[in-house]
């Protein structure tokens, strides 16, 4: 079982494929889930890249550094990953908060990345103050009460019948997750703010939004597209933790983008209008 010591935590990472011959693919979880959220991308994608997933602080079997933390502290473990790890360029995707943390990349550490892949995030996610109450309800009554919410919000009501043992296993990461670690990543989204920043991203952009997300809604991801010079957007149908719901059409758009030629830099022609894929997928596979 791989870990970076780092001076004040370890990071718990696993790489899928170590064929040289790959680009490197790095996958950044959501709040409350561990790197096993990605498990049906590398099943669908190691045969393309080298992928590299991790726990982020306080998430799986990663430690905590303490409370709070920042945006450009989540950012710097993907740096240290890749310095420690010997990855000089690599493509990036991340959800919810790793899509804050796949832009934060995109804006202080572009010769690092090639393309970025942002799925159900937006430049900002609530606000301080709907943040700073959730960190003072977990750390007065732990995340199992959070359980219910959290079904609903991260999936849709067919796919909780259609798929129970997925969302099941979802769900116990969740409620395994340290409060400690759960709560200084609340930290960091409430001082999150990205919105001024984003057209310093250059790198080629894709949006992933659920249509039904209420957490960071198709509006959000459209607004990143459009505010970055080489952005695209597609939309397709589940709620926030769309990787899993919509997981065959999320692949092939992820693969899609990854493995197409290099579009022209800051012109009308380089983006493309946002896309709607209403293919339903009810498994992992």
């Known amino acids: 079982m791989p870990y970076l010591n780092l001076p004040t935590h370890r990071l718990h990472y696993r ?5 040289t011959e790959k680009p490197w693919l790095t996958f ?3 709040l409350g889930t ?13 045969k393309r890249f ?24 989540l950012g710097g ?12 360029r690599t493509h990036f995707c991340g959800l919810s908060i790793g899509g804050l943390t796949g832009q934060w990349l995109g804006i202080h550490a572009s010769s690092r990345l090639d393309r970025v892949v ?3 995030t937006a430049a900002r996610i609530g606000t301080a103050e709907s943040w700073n109450a959730r960190i003072g309800e977990v750390e007065a009554n732990g995340l199992d009460g959070l359980v219910p ?11 909780r019948a259609a798929q129970p043992e997925i969302v099941d296993g979802i769900l116990h990461s969740f409620a395994a997750t340290s409060v400690d670690g759960y709560a200084a990543c609340c930290a960091a989204l409430a001082g999150a703010d990205l919105q001024d920043s984003l057209g310093r991203i250059t790198a080629p952009l894709l949006a992933i939004s659920g ?13 990143i597209a459009m505010a970055v010079p080489n952005g695209q957007h597609v939309i397709l149908p589940g709620r926030h933790i769309i990787n899993i719901e919509a997981a065959s059409g999320f692949n092939s758009h992820l693969s899609d983008f990854l493995c197409s030629p290099d579009p022209v830099t800051d012109t009308a022609a380089s983006r493309r209008p946002f896309a709607v894929d209403r293919t339903r997928s009810e498994s992992m596979s």
Not at 81 to 87: R, T
Request: glycine fraction near 8%; include cysteine; proline fraction near 6%.
């Open 118 to 120: 942002l799925c159900a």
């Open 50 to 73: 080298r992928i590299l997933r991790y726990d982020r602080r306080g998430h799986g079997k990663s430690g905590t550094a303490g409370a709070p933390l920042s945006l450009a502290d």
């Open 149 to 159: 919410a959290t079904a609903e919000r991260w999936f849709t009501p067919a796919f």
């Open 15 to 19: 790489i899928d494929e170590t064929s």
């Open 28 to 30: 950044c979880n959501s």
């Open 211 to 223: 249509d039904d997300d209420p957490v960071c809604p198709p509006a959000d991801l459209e607004a």
């Open 77 to 88: 473990d993907v740096i240290a990953l890749m310095d420690a790890l010997g990855i000089e």
């Open 34 to 46: 561990d790197l096993h959220m990605w498990d049906a991308q590398v099943a669908g994608l190691s």
